[in-house]
């Protein structure tokens, strides 16, 4: 197998966070000769054995729902019967993995492929510790990751040492619409009412932007604060009934990107698109 083209993964001149109508989607996270970790970590090639195909969602270049199959998740826990769930990105919303040495880097996951052992290297963003315990408290939590199972599994491995995830999906369980790997939360086998999506890719929630929190992608920077930011919306929104009397409204006036008013019912000052930074409402 060709090294090469392996993979898929955000890059610095990539990454922006907006509203894409459905003809527009990002490429961010879509299948293209990007180097060797962009092809680990999300397109991993059909000859890969012991990694399915996603389904394949596309019929005349429209999205065909009768293509979904079965749902991904198992039932739900007794213990998280009455939460809502929160599907969470991994690579650039949780953590940055690069196969170039890294001094810093919180883990070194060894990754074989065809027969080589290649070492990954893993930053984690500040406050993923505390940002998961958090949540995980509060939410059924799922990892939701477009990235190759046998190198996204032993990360979550170390990442998560509180047994957060309830579940882990990867790229097998996404969906291929118009060149990208999208997480259809469809199939997810819960009330669309009671699900949130946190994720650094616009592409990968297209078909359910109304169910996101977005949040910027995250490289190197140990000064960013998004995660911590975020927990205090985290909070008050695992206690509403319906996500979309607070993600609709809050998504909508950051439509143009700005940070306009118009905040949602249930919480008087907007997520923001670009950064999905809290102001107000409990503060940071």
Request: proline share 7%; net charge negative.
């Amino acid at each position: 197998m060709d090294s090469t083209s392996i993979i898929t993964q955000v890059n610095r001149e990539e990454e922006q966070l907006t509203n894409f109508p459905p003809d527009r989607v990002p490429s961010s996270k879509k299948p293209r000769q990007r180097g060797f970790l962009n092809t680990l970590l999300c397109c991993f090639g059909s000859n890969n054995q012991g990694a399915s195909n996603p389904v394949i969602a596309e019929e005349n270049g429209q999205y065909s729902p009768k293509l979904q199959g079965k749902f991904l998740l198992p039932p739900v826990r007794h213990q998280d019967m009455h939460k809502i769930c929160l599907i969470i990105d991994l690579d650039e919303t949780l953590v940055h993995s690069s196969f170039k040495p890294i001094s810093n880097a919180d883990f070194v996951v060894p990754v074989e492929i065809d027969g080589t052992v290649h070492q990954v290297y893993v930053l984690k963003r500040p406050y993923v510790d505390e940002f998961l315990q958090r949540v995980g408290d509060a939410y059924e939590c799922v990892l939701f990751t477009a990235s190759l199972a046998k190198y996204a599994d032993p990360v979550a491995d170390l990442l998560d040492k509180w047994g957060v995830f309830r579940a882990r999906l990867f790229r097998e369980s996404c969906v291929f619409y118009r060149g990208n790997y999208v997480k259809d939360l469809g199939r997810l086998g819960r009330d669309l009412h009671r699900v949130v999506i946190i994720d650094n890719s616009p592409a990968s929630y297209i078909f359910h932007p109304d169910n996101a929190v977005p949040v910027g992608s995250w490289f190197d920077d140990m000064s960013d604060t998004e995660l911590r930011d975020l927990m205090p919306f985290f909070d008050k929104l695992s206690r509403v009934e319906d996500v979309y009397t607070v993600l609709r409204n809050s998504n909508n006036a950051a439509g143009g990107g700005g940070s306009g008013g118009g905040g949602s019912p249930a919480f008087p000052a907007p997520l923001l698109m670009n950064g999905a930074a809290l102001h107000g409402g409990g503060g940071s």
